[in-house]
């Protein structure tokens, strides 16, 4: 039987680094992925003066069947990309949440259009590109274009405010309608 879905733990990397402003201390991206890593919990990995790197969480990335164009449009970006979705949180050492890592280009366009989210794209190391390279070329199958037809009626012929009983006169019919009382006098 032909699964439906596959699924790999990755691990996330984010590094912090000084603000550029004084109303954001630190800035935060996430600037890698680890393919088959061990759970983590913000673990420090290194350390270049002020600027950290951390292990900050290890999510799954999950492929899906049908969502072979997404992943074909996130193969095609230069570099090749997966996308990380956090969450800002309040308080706390870390002002970030992970929420998902996902290969799908449509799926990450969602969490940007919400606003509510940061997505990050991070490039794809080779190992990773392999899995879903082979992921796709076994089960992507290219939808045919059908062009839609259209039917012969001609909606275009009744025009919004002709027929209104509230207009009087003919001669513009476009014109805003009185209200009840001061046509009742």
């Known amino acids: 039987m032909e699964r439906k879905s596959i699924s790999m733990p990755v691990g996330i990397v984010v590094r912090k680094t000084p603000g550029v402003t004084r109303w954001a201390k630190w800035a935060w991206k996430a600037v890698a992925v680890l393919p088959g890593a061990s759970p983590a919990d913000w673990r420090e990995l290194r350390r270049?003066?002020?600027?950290?790197e951390y292990h900050a969480g290890t999510l799954p990335l999950e492929l899906y069947?049908?969502?072979t164009e997404?992943?074909?449009t996130a193969l095609a970006n230069d570099p090749p990309s997966v996308y990380v979705v956090m969450v800002e949180v309040e308080g706390g050492e870390f002002p970030i949440k992970l929420h998902l890592v996902?290969?799908?280009?449509?799926?990450?366009?969602?969490?940007?259009?919400s606003g509510?989210?940061?997505?990050?794209?991070?490039?794809?190391?080779?190992?990773?590109?392999?899995?879903?390279?082979?992921?796709?070329?076994?089960?992507h199958v290219e939808e045919r274009f059908v062009k839609r037809r259209r039917?012969?009626?001609?909606?275009?012929?009744?025009e919004d405010g002709i027929?209104?009983?509230?207009i009087r006169q003919t001669a513009d019919v476009y014109r805003s309608?009185?209200?009840?009382?001061?046509t009742l006098q």
Request: hydrophobic share 35%; aromatic share 10%.
């Open 102 to 113: 996902t290969a799908s280009a449509f799926e990450a366009q969602d969490y940007q259009d």
């Open 151 to 158: 039917d012969k009626k001609n909606i275009d012929m009744s």
């Open 48 to 52: 270049d003066g002020d600027a950290v």
């Open 163 to 166: 027929g209104d009983e509230r």
């Open 177 to 182: 309608p009185r209200s009840k009382k001061r």
């Open 65 to 67: 069947r049908t969502d």
């Open 70 to 72: 997404a992943y074909i």
């Open 116 to 139: 509510e989210e940061i997505v990050e794209p991070v490039p794809m190391p080779a190992g990773l590109i392999a899995w879903v390279r082979e992921w796709v070329e076994f089960h």
